[in-house]
């Protein structure tokens, strides 16, 4: 296991017209699952490769256990990557893909079938490996790549998207096994996803990046009830978190807490009538859609109401919903939109 660490981290393309990644101090913990969470293009796969030693930055240093690393090929920093399209042999068993890296390092035989059985029955692919590449599903695919990168007893590992190529159902089940698999292994992890449920549901932290920066990091906790700033307010949660302009701030609340009147304590709660247009039913939930001017200018909101919640509501009508006080989230109305202060906003 081992601290990984990059101060202010700076790589820059097209002559320094692109900041691909742009002054980022950060670091992973040791033991940690630590997710760089953003959209295409953010620098989050950047980053991970200038850890990696793919990338030579441009400006600023990476450190493994405190040490300086930077400029060091890949090889000698005890890291290991599994990429979006796990880079399998096709031509190749199991068996042979798993033990690639340690033959290429001049292991003996005997050490390096053991090591590779313990990595595959760690994972769950004892029986699968006198196959081919071609005969294996994703997630059993994805899974070789893991057990590759195990049998090299990595500090750290660095995953870039590993499930992206899942179908919706095996990302779920792969979710809980990666989760598990570095829980039991302890070993220091960094994952890049643009899917925030993979980043709430994986990370011990997640770092959120847009435009090269680190906008915030935190527990997935504090990420989505405290976002720093209206891109992670609207980049987390689905549907995002509403914001209403409100005397030169933006207030904001997450649609599960924009409930029917009734339904929300009475004392210090905020009035939200709500015109209606559209409803919604997901997974059991109502998605209800309609616009509202009682936080300032006419703006559409959406309330996610539980299956709990009974209350009737149609479309075309104009109902009473409210949010309690301690619910909103206050912004200042610029392009960064950092949190501010709370307003009073009366009942």
Not at 200 to 205: A, I, P, S, T, Y
Not at 317 to 334: G, I, P, Q, Y
Request: aromatic share 6%; with cysteine.
């Amino acid at each position: 296991m081992a601290v990984v660490e990059v101060r202010e981290l700076t790589k820059e393309f097209e002559g320094g017209k692109v900041h691909a990644i742009d002054g980022v101090s950060l670091a992973a913990h040791d033991g940690e699952y630590l997710v760089l969470l953003g959209p295409s293009g953010c620098g989050k796969t950047t980053l991970l490769r200038t850890i990696a030693g793919l990338e030579e930055p441009t400006a600023g240093d990476v450190l493994i256990d405190n040490h300086v690393v930077t400029g060091l090929p890949p090889r000698v920093r005890k890291i290991a990557m599994v990429f979006q399209s796990y880079a399998l042999y096709p031509h190749k068993t199991v068996l042979a893909n798993i033990v690639f890296p340690l033959r290429a390092a001049g292991m003996a035989r005997e050490e390096r079938d053991r090591k590779a059985h313990w990595a595959a029955n760690l994972l769950g692919i004892g029986k699968l490996l006198d196959r081919k590449p071609r005969q294996l599903s994703g997630g059993e695919r994805q899974r070789v790549a893991l057990a590759r990168a195990l049998v090299r007893e990595p500090q750290v590992f660095l995953l870039d998207e590993p499930l992206s190529n899942l179908d919706a159902k095996l990302r779920a089940s792969a979710r809980d096994e990666l989760k598990s698999f570095q829980d039991e292994i302890g070993t220091t992890t960094i994952y890049v996803t643009h899917d925030q449920v993979e980043a709430m549901g994986l990370g011990d932290r997640i770092a959120v990046l847009s435009g090269g920066k680190v906008r915030q990091a935190g527990p997935p906790r504090e990420i989505y009830d405290d976002p720093a700033d209206t891109f992670v307010a609207t980049f987390i949660g689905s549907p995002p978190m509403n914001l209403v302009r409100r005397d030169g701030h933006l207030v904001g609340f997450r649609p599960e807490h924009l409930l029917p009147v009734e339904n929300v304590a009475a004392g210090d709660r905020t009035a939200v009538p709500l015109a209606v247009d559209r409803i919604e039913y997901l997974s059991g939930d109502r998605h209800v859609y309609g616009t509202t001017s009682r936080l300032g200018e006419p703006t559409r909101v959406v309330a996610r109401l539980p299956a709990t919640v009974e209350t009737p509501i149609a479309a075309g009508e104009t109902h009473e919903f409210a949010v309690h006080a301690s619910r909103l989230r206050f912004f200042a109305d610029t392009d960064e939109g950092l949190r501010t202060d709370p307003i009073r906003l009366g009942t």
